[in-house]
């Protein structure tokens, strides 16, 4: 699998837990607003599969979790015998995923290879090709949006709240797109390395504005909260 990048410890990645975050490198997406460029662009400097994995041999007892994250992790085909090796040490497995391969996700859950999903929601599905600027096949999103709802294993729902692609109307529309899920995260966006430089100068809603927000997004969701 191809590695970008290592964070030897993370206090808030995986929710209750001390983890290591493993970056890949490649996303089937392009946000303006993505924090990861070098990801997306595949100009990271790479890790190899061993040298992660000796890292986390040796830090058994002492972290708890790792997260794999992106770019978009679920493009790598060998993705599930990475998540069985790093389950194999005892730790604790999070993914994040943009959602748009169902069938890995149903892999790697059915597989046990995974403890928790968080799916990034980017918009409305109606809006979904203007805002990651890539075609999307939105039934494989309604498929990955159900498969965790189901709640086979613990799961979040996040969206990054750019002020320029998203209106408060279009909260709704995320709303209506995971109705009866148990959390959502509104992610306030913070403008310090983005895919596109001009999104290094936009903004994002003043904390009045999240909380009108995050009302209409307890509509549909248990829990919604402002991160």
């Known amino acids: 699998m191809r590695i970008g990048g290592l964070q030897h410890s993370s206090l808030i990645d995986y929710p209750g837990h001390i983890g290591a975050i493993v970056f890949t490198v490649g996303c089937n997406f392009r946000c303006p607003y993505c924090h990861n460029p070098e990801l997306v662009d ?8 061993e040298h992660v994995l000796e ?18 992790p679920t493009m790598h085909a060998d993705l599930p015998d990475f998540l069985r ?10 993914l994040d995923s943009n ?47 159900a498969l965790l709802i189901a709640g086979r294993i613990g799961y979040e729902f996040r969206t990054t709240v750019v002020k320029s692609l998203l209106s408060k109307e279009d909260v ?9 899920a148990r959390l959502h995260y509104l992610q ?40």
Do not use: H
């Open 42 to 49: 595949e100009t990271a400097d790479e890790l190899t599969e």
């Open 55 to 72: 890292f986390l041999e040796k830090r058994r007892g002492l972290l708890e979790a790792v997260t794999i994250t992106g770019g978009e």
């Open 85 to 94: 090796k790093v389950k194999g040490l005892g730790f604790l497995v999070k």
């Open 99 to 145: 959602g748009t391969n169902p069938d890995m996700l149903e892999r790697v859950i059915g597989d046990g290879f995974v403890d928790y999903v968080a799916m990034d929601v980017k918009s409305p599905l109606s809006r979904y090709e203007a805002t990651v600027g890539r075609p999307v096949n939105t039934e494989a999103l309604r498929r990955s949006i």
């Open 172 to 180: 709704r529309g995320i709303g209506e797109a995971i109705e009866g």
């Open 188 to 227: 306030k966006f913070v403008s310090q390395k983005t895919l596109n430089p001009a999104f290094l100068k936009k903004t994002t809603y003043s904390d009045e504005e999240f909380e009108e927000m995050q009302k209409v997004m307890e509509e549909y969701v248990d829990t919604c909260t402002i991160r």
